[in-house]
């Protein structure tokens, strides 16, 4: 009797342990799982905080507005986003996105008006015109990445998750018949190169762009491109 006892507890304690560790090993894949959902955003944040920090500069350095404005009101908006993310609220995420790339887009406009204004009704030195250029010329090919990461097929959630938009734009993977390339899918990097294209040759280059919002998107980033180089960029070298 003392044996049978003895081998029905080893049983029950044997089945308790099993049972713990299939417990442990289905709550280490649903939290593997919960986190494979989670959007790769760590490139889209350095971005804004980036912008964030170029547009802080030029406020200070162009006597646009007082510093803090922009940055209390930049910092507001990404607190929101981040905590909007991490609960996963994906509608109130993609609502917050488009409204923070929007409010930096209104600076960055803003910013460039001012300087044209500034360029011809105040004494401003070449060096400074330059500085200037340049720093509002970087500050449009971060905009404009995560605008174009944010709308292409329906933005990034939808690009993750595996239940996409028709594609914005075409890049050359997509097009190429080369099996290591096969469901290939952009990264930041890829919109970021693409921003940098745009600036720089005002056209996508190798990329094909599709749908009428990413031509308009493309559009405005050139068009404050060439305002940056051709006009501001060229009077401070007349001026010098």
């Known amino acids: 009797m003392n044996r049978d006892s003895h081998g ?34 760590a490139w889209f944040f350095g971005a804004l905080v980036v912008i964030g920090i170029l547009l802080t500069f ?8 007082p510093w803090w404005m922009s940055a209390g009101l930049f910092a507001v908006l990404v607190a929101l986003l981040a905590a909007a993310i991490w609960q996963e609220h994906d509608v109130w995420a993609r609502r917050l996105a488009l409204t923070t790339i929007s409010v930096l887009t209104l600076f960055l406009v803003v910013s460039i008006t001012y300087l044209v204004h500034a360029l011809f009704h105040e004494n401003i030195s070449a060096v400074a015109l330059f500085r200037d250029a340049l720093l509002l010329w970087v ?29 914005d734009l075409l890049f050359p993977q997509m097009m190429a018949d080369v ?60 001026i010098g």
């Open 8 to 41: 029905s507890h080893d049983e029950a304690r044997d089945s308790v342990r099993t049972s713990s560790l299939e417990s442990r090993i289905e709550e280490e894949i649903d939290e593997i799982a919960h986190y494979a959902r989670r959007v790769p955003r």
């Open 58 to 65: 030029a406020s200070v350095i162009m006597h646009i507005a």
């Open 139 to 167: 500050t449009n090919i971060f905009v404009f990445a995560v605008w174009y990461w944010e709308i292409d097929r329906g933005g990034p959630i939808r690009r993750h998750r595996g239940t996409p938009e028709p594609p």
């Open 179 to 238: 099996p290591d390339w096969k469901g290939w899918q952009p990264t930041f990097i890829d919109y970021l190169y693409l921003a940098f294209n745009t600036n720089t040759a005002f056209s996508p280059t190798d990329t094909a762009v599709l749908s009428r919002r990413m031509k308009l998107l493309m559009m405005t980033q050139s068009a404050l491109a060439l305002v940056v180089v051709a006009v501001v960029a060229g009077r401070a070298i007349n």
